[in-house]
T-cell receptor
Framework: GAGVSQSPSNKVTEKGKDVELRCDPI?????LYWYRQSLGQGLEFLIY????????KSGLPSDRFSAERTGGSVSTLTIQRTQQEDSAVYLC???????????FGPGTRLLVL | GQQLNQSPQSMFIQEGEDVSMNCTSS?????WLWYKQDPGEGPVLLIA?????ELTSNGRLTAQFGITRKDSFLNISASIPSDVGIYFC???????????FGQGTTLQVKP
């Protein structure tokens, strides 16, 4: 079946605007994860969902970041009042269940001008 | 918090050479994973290790889960140009429920 998909693939926005990033996990995967990857860096954990609930939001960098998941499937990551330091690749991954192997989407490349 | 130290940070090798990279941690992990990321793509899983001491191969790739559960290595034999990319180790701890990533090893292969 299809892998994890993310949209948009690229997003350029102006400082102060809000952005929404979307993730479609692999069908049947109950766990969904968001990571941020800055240029030349490893992956920074942001948040994960088990079903529609987010037991661990500890990685969200500030209260400008929020995420939701509906129907146990699609998830959106919202960044409000974007700042230039928010520029990064935002990666989504899903797994059958927490602790199972995570499969990654291609990422959304966000550039805040 | 938990951290992984991955080395080397980058490698520039000749086609046909073998490559070795490793990750170490001060914490114990239940699972070690190795991913490869091509430019403009998300990481793709190469090898998953679930037991201490486990040695697993996938084609020209071989990885081992250290006996102490605090380290892992990845070897690539007879490198080819398409091996170019960034390789990440990742450790999963059932205590935290989190997958922690190393900083990545950038591999360049000269034909």
């Amino acid at each position: 079946g299809a892998g994890v998909s993310q949209s948009p693939s690229n997003k350029v926005t102006e400082k102060g605007k809000d952005v929404e990033l979307r993730c479609d996990p692999i069908s049947g995967h109950t766990a969904l994860y968001w990571y941020r990857q800055s240029l030349g860096q490893g992956l920074e954990f942001l948040i994960y969902f088990q079903g529609n609930s987010a037991p661990d939001k500890s990685g969200l960098p500030s209260d400008r970041f929020s995420a939701e998941r509906t129907g146990g499937s699609v998830s959106t990551l919202t960044i409000q009042r974007t700042q230039q330091e928010d520029s990064a690749v935002y990666l989504c991954a899903s797994s059958l269940a927490q602790g199972e192997t995570q499969y990654f989407g291609p990422g959304t490349r966000l550039l805040v001008l | 918090g938990q951290q992984l130290n991955q080395s080397p940070q980058s490698m520039f090798i000749q086609e046909g050479e073998d490559v070795s990279m490793n990750c170490t941690s001060s914490s114990i992990f239940n699972t070690w994973l190795w991913y490869k990321q091509d430019p403009g793509e998300g990481p793709v899983l190469l090898i998953a290790l679930y037991k201490a001491g486990e040695l697993t191969s996938n084609g020209r790739l071989t990885a081992q889960f250290g006996i102490t559960r605090k380290d892992s290595f990845l070897n690539i034999s007879a490198s080819i140009p398409s091996d170019v990319g960034i390789y990440f180790c990742a450790g999963y701890s059932s205590n935290t429920g989190k997958l922690i990533f190393g900083q990545g090893t950038t591999l360049q292969v000269k034909p």
